[in-house]
């Protein structure tokens, strides 16, 4: 529990979301449960230990290796495409474009991370033990599909951001082209969270 959190107000000050509402986000009742920050649930759709928001967290706040990160960050962003691709049920026109352009951004930096692991690290470089952190959304449907995509992919964006920031102060990068990797996905995944924080304010307020 207290790897997690102080994950999530690490990667809060980071990127702007705020300690509090960070630290909020658990109840403390065991070390995976979610819960949202406040304004963003009414508690009505049950969310269970492990599933959902925060899920995986502390797993994804650091890396030991730039192979480790590079590997890593493939399974996070694969997640975030199958995720993505759901939006395209959504009822607000947003929300499908922003899908469009996570799938359309992210499986392209995907496959330079591949091609990097398989020139510089092609001993099983792209085997790790990925702990999912979003929830199922293939059977959500109007505001429940919206809602739980942009919190979820909140604190999935945090952990990407955590996880760039640490590579980049840690001394473990070997190639510039990944610090340069980092340093994208650090700054645009935090300013698509504010964006969602601003969608979550206004829709679901």
Sequence with gaps: MRRTTVAAVAVAALVGVGAGAAVTAYDG???????ASAGWHDGHQGIGPGSGMGRGMGQHASVASEKEFLA???????????AARELARSDRADLRDFGERIVADQSAQVDRMEGWLDDWYADGAGDVD???????????????????FLEDMVWHHMAAVMMAQHLLV???????EVAA???????????????????????FA
């Design 130 to 148: 990925y702990e999912p952190m979003m929830r199922d959304l293939s059977g959500l449907t109007g505001d429940r599909l919206d809602r739980t």
């Design 72 to 82: 890593e960050m493939v399974a996070h962003h694969q997640e975030a495409i199958r």
């Design 181 to 203: 990797l980092a340093r994208d996905i650090r700054d645009d995944q935090r300013a698509e969270i504010r964006q969602m924080r601003r969608w979550l304010a206004d829709w």
């Design 29 to 35: 009742s065991d070390g995976h449960r979610p819960m």
């Design 170 to 176: 840690s001394g473990l990068v070997e190639h510039d």
